[in-house]
């Protein structure tokens, strides 16, 4: 095994059992910078992927190709991770990760000598990330991926700038591995963006807001009604390092300050980034809570009889490019408003009567099942609602702008920038 393994030291924590939900992979063919895939209805014949992709040996997502590439091969029959996987052959890939996930990082690190076929499904960086954010928290530097963070955090916080040297292998075919290392490196196709179908308004009335938007409950973006913003002036990146030093945020299941968030951010390229996601960033921060008020047409705010015991109701969110939130409706019956201060992302909204294509919800709507990744609705169920007699709204929400979302409405959105925003319901 690579050297820097022998430095493992035992987890810190007691280890997460991770929950998983399960999906089909579609088929690909993998060759140069433009993977194919070979989708059912409402899929896309090819993809670019980011500059940013490596090729390089030492990427481990380069060890995998997708399964119809298998029967191009000169020997059709031979998939390495058939070979290589012993008696744990029979289960489906995702069953295979759910198994290894519940291994500490030592077990999985001494499985990945055992052959080329346990070499490249252990380092599967999902794993990885999970040991870290289970044993350090939010305290870690991130090192290019997660198997590389938990390796120097190991070896006593050395900093690893290039990731540990993957094997030269040839021959392991699986299609699960292969989307989750795609979705993590393709770029957002020109007719994922290209579609803005938002109604926009400027200068609205607040009894025209009302009566046009809010009642026939209608999503909208609205310009210029945050001009005055402290926020879209001072919000750079050294002002919010300074303002919020020493103060920790929600960052998915754990707590991180700015400046570790701010490095994790500017070297991810994962599949589902951590979003930074905080209800109480205006207590934590008193002029981060100064730096913006709310919009005139949003004043009327119900839940403040409540007092203390109202839910969360305000949030600062900040992601990389690729973060975002999959279809979800928001709770409690609420609408919400969206303000954009720095960078852009993509809106995709249903109204509630009609349930977005590979979205099923739960018969009293608790649960939801999805696809894992947004990338991956994009890439084989946003064509299918070009033949829907109810499309979808859609835009793309810039610095300055503020996007209205109804109750009820499906929503997903998607970072085209690394960016913050303020968003309260």
């Not at 795609?182 to 994922?192: Q, Y």
């Amino acid at each position: 095994m690579p050297g820097a393994f022998h430095s493992l030291l035992l987890p810190l924590q007691r280890k997460r059992k991770t929950k998983r939900r399960r999906r089909r992979r579609p088929s690909y063919s993998k060759g140069g910078t433009k993977p194919k895939n070979h989708l059912g209805a409402g899929g896309d014949p090819s993809f670019n992927l980011k500059a940013s992709a490596s090729t390089s040996p030492r990427d481990i997502g380069c060890l995998v190709q997708p399964l119809g590439n298998l029967l191009l091969s000169a020997s059709p029959g031979a998939n390495l991770r058939d070979a290589g996987l012993g008696a744990l052959r029979p289960l489906p890939d995702d069953l295979l990760l759910d198994v290894l996930g519940l291994l500490p990082a030592r077990a999985l690190a001494a499985l990945s000598v055992a052959s080329k076929a346990f070499y490249v499904v252990a380092a599967h960086d999902p794993l990885w990330r999970a040991l870290v954010l289970d044993e350090l928290g939010g305290a870690f530097d991130f090192a290019g991926s997660w198997r590389a963070t938990y390796i120097a955090a190991a070896c006593g916080g050395r900093p690893h700038l290039i990731p540990p040297r993957a094997l030269k292998i040839r021959g392991f075919y699986s299609d699960y591995l292969f989307q989750s290392w795609l979705c993590a490196n393709m770029e957002m196709r020109h007719e994922w963006l290209a579609r803005d179908t938002i109604e926009r308004r400027r200068g609205v009335s607040v009894e025209q807001f009302i009566a046009e938007v809010e009642e026939p409950n209608r999503p909208v973006l609205l310009e210029g009604c945050i001009d005055g913003w402290p926020a879209l002036q001072k919000w750079s990146r050294e002002y919010l390092l300074e303002v919020s030093a020493g103060k920790e945020f929600a960052v998915g299941p754990v707590s991180m300050t700015l400046d570790r968030y701010f490095r994790y951010a500017d070297n991810v390229q994962e599949e589902r980034p951590l979003y930074l996601f905080d209800a109480k960033f205006a207590e934590k921060v008193l002029e981060m809570g100064r730096d913006y008020e709310v919009p005139v047409y949003f004043r009327e705010d119900l839940f403040s009889v409540l007092g203390e015991e109202r839910p969360d109701y305000r949030w600062v969110i900040i992601g990389p490019v690729g973060s975002g939130s999959s279809f979800h409706v928001d709770p409690n019956s609420t609408s919400a408003w969206n303000a954009i201060i720095k960078g852009a992302k993509k809106w995709v909204m249903f109204p509630p009567e009609v349930v977005p294509p590979g979205v099923h919800p739960s018969a009293d709507g608790a649960e939801v099942t999805s696809p894992v990744s947004i990338m991956e609705w994009f890439m084989n169920f946003y064509g299918a609602c070009k033949t829907w007699e109810k499309r979808p709204i859609e835009c793309i929400c810039r610095a300055g702008e503020v996007v209205f979302v109804p109750n009820g409405w499906w929503h997903l959105v998607i970072n085209l920038e690394q960016e913050e925003y303020v968003e309260r319901s």
